[in-house]
């Protein structure tokens, strides 16, 4: 039940990098993975280096939560908001389907709210719908380097418990001279 977040962070005083000086996953980071420690993404303003998420990834080795630390420093850095954290995991292969069930379900595990994450029956209709917009973006780390990708997560509509909170294009009213 142990959760190691800002899981791709690197050169962090206090904090092991889960690869070496050669960009190599530690062999205790999937064997730690294996016996049940969560490893979480927590990107925050100082927490994310693609050099990291990158080789990892390439190795075999998947975050089990996608989040963000949000604060101010953060929002206005590489991190923005979940949308684009999770849009940078696109970028580096990871399916929509990956990328969702690291955003929802799987947090919703690790905190014991079973409750949350899921649209099953008698489930409160928490929901945020996406559109994948394709095109040429540049994602920034916590140090400003930017890896490209052409895949990006766009936030149209949320629903807090079955109310819409959020519509960025009117997905939820209707059109003006129908009224």
Partial sequence: ?????????????????????????????????????????????????????????????????????????????????????????????????????????NPAQVIKRTDLGHLSVGAEADIAVFNVKEGDFGYMDARGAVFKGNKKFEAELTLRAGNVVWDLNGLSGQLWDKL
């Fill in 1 to 105: 039940g142990d959760i190691f977040t800002h899981t791709f962070a690197y050169s962090m005083p206090g904090r092991e990098s889960i690869v070496d000086e050669s960009n190599q996953v530690k062999p205790f980071v999937f064997e730690a993975q294996k016996k049940g420690r969560i490893f979480d993404v927590g990107h925050g303003a100082g927490a994310f280096r693609w050099h990291v998420a990158i080789n990892a990834i390439k190795q075999g080795f998947l975050p089990n939560t996608i989040s963000t630390d949000l604060y101010a420093a953060s929002r206005n850095a590489g991190m923005k908001d979940m949308a684009n954290v999770m849009s940078k995991f696109l970028a580096m292969g990871l399916t929509i389907q990956d990328v969702i069930v690291r955003s929802t379900w």
